[in-house]
């Protein structure tokens, strides 16, 4: 077994069939969670509830103005008609007007509200979701290199190989898989050294003139780069 120490493990409880991600306060916080772990179920569902409360409100707000909007309306034109004066219809329906127009104001910006606030929602999950998959993969990819040093072998090779014209002073690999990369690259076999900083499933070329950094965490941190990028959280 590897001595190197695995990354990016998450927990799973025996309650979910889901992976397990641990949310920091800023995202618990900005989704409305209530704890500091939850599934990518959870999150969305959250996110859902929060965006639905909000029109929901933003609904009642609207029929609460509709309905003392129409009562003032009617009043003043009772007010108006008893007193027969038009004057005082007119200032009646002034008054309606103002007022309504004040509701309509409250109306529109809590529309705008939850819209911000949805939007808000979707791109933090967009974000944690990005997150939670990269763990998906850092673990996954992990127990497959640590299960098929071949694979290892691979990935060294195809570094050789980006490296092929230029001096290549050391390829250096994991320990456990030395041994392999020597037997498959004949050519380089007296550059591949062992390197327990190096985790199994990649390898760094020294060159003359710099390195090729070609580790399993170099690759998937590139992997992760993309995907916030592509998420909008890339900072």
Request: proline share 2%; charged share 30%; aromatic share 2%.
């Given at each position: 077994m590897s001595s190197s120490p695995?990354?990016?493990?998450i927990l799973q409880t025996d309650y979910s069939g889901e992976d397990v991600f641990v949310l920091g306060q800023d995202v618990r916080r900005a989704i409305d969670h209530p704890e500091a772990m939850a599934t990518a179920t959870s999150l969305v569902l959250a996110a859902e509830t929060r965006q639905r409360r909000a029109e929901e409100e933003a609904e009642a707000l609207l029929a609460a103005a509709r309905t003392e909007a129409e009562s003032l309306r009617e009043a003043a034109r009772r007010d108006g008609?008893?007193?027969?004066?038009a004057e005082g219809l007119i200032a009646g329906r002034a008054d309606v007007d103002a007022e309504y127009r004040r509701h309509l104001e409250v109306i529109r910006r809590?529309?705008?509200?939850?819209r911000?606030?949805?939007d808000g929602i979707v791109d933090q999950s967009a974000a944690v979701i990005a997150r939670a998959a990269m763990l998906v993969v850092r673990r996954v990819v992990g127990e497959y290199y640590e299960s098929d040093p071949a694979a290892t072998v691979l990935a060294a090779e195809q570094a050789a190989r980006a490296a092929a014209t230029q001096q290549i002073?050391?390829?250096r690999v994991h320990p456990s898989v030395t041994a392999n990369v020597q037997a498959r690259l004949t050519d380089l076999a007296d550059v591949v050294v062992g390197d327990e900083a190096?985790?199994?499933g990649g390898c760094i070329v020294d060159l003359a003139h710099g390195s090729i950094d070609a580790?399993?965490?170099g690759r998937i941190s590139m992997m992760e780069l993309a995907l916030q990028r592509a998420s909008g959280s890339a900072q």
């Amino acid at each position: 077994m590897s001595s190197s120490p695995r990354r990016g493990r998450i927990l799973q409880t025996d309650y979910s069939g889901e992976d397990v991600f641990v949310l920091g306060q800023d995202v618990r916080r900005a989704i409305d969670h209530p704890e500091a772990m939850a599934t990518a179920t959870s999150l969305v569902l959250a996110a859902e509830t929060r965006q639905r409360r909000a029109e929901e409100e933003a609904e009642a707000l609207l029929a609460a103005a509709r309905t003392e909007a129409e009562s003032l309306r009617e009043a003043a034109r009772r007010d108006g008609w008893e007193a027969g004066h038009a004057e005082g219809l007119i200032a009646g329906r002034a008054d309606v007007d103002a007022e309504y127009r004040r509701h309509l104001e409250v109306i529109r910006r809590a529309a705008e509200e939850g819209r911000a606030i949805r939007d808000g929602i979707v791109d933090q999950s967009a974000a944690v979701i990005a997150r939670a998959a990269m763990l998906v993969v850092r673990r996954v990819v992990g127990e497959y290199y640590e299960s098929d040093p071949a694979a290892t072998v691979l990935a060294a090779e195809q570094a050789a190989r980006a490296a092929a014209t230029q001096q290549i002073v050391s390829l250096r690999v994991h320990p456990s898989v030395t041994a392999n990369v020597q037997a498959r690259l004949t050519d380089l076999a007296d550059v591949v050294v062992g390197d327990e900083a190096v985790e199994i499933g990649g390898c760094i070329v020294d060159l003359a003139h710099g390195s090729i950094d070609a580790t399993l965490d170099g690759r998937i941190s590139m992997m992760e780069l993309a995907l916030q990028r592509a998420s909008g959280s890339a900072q």
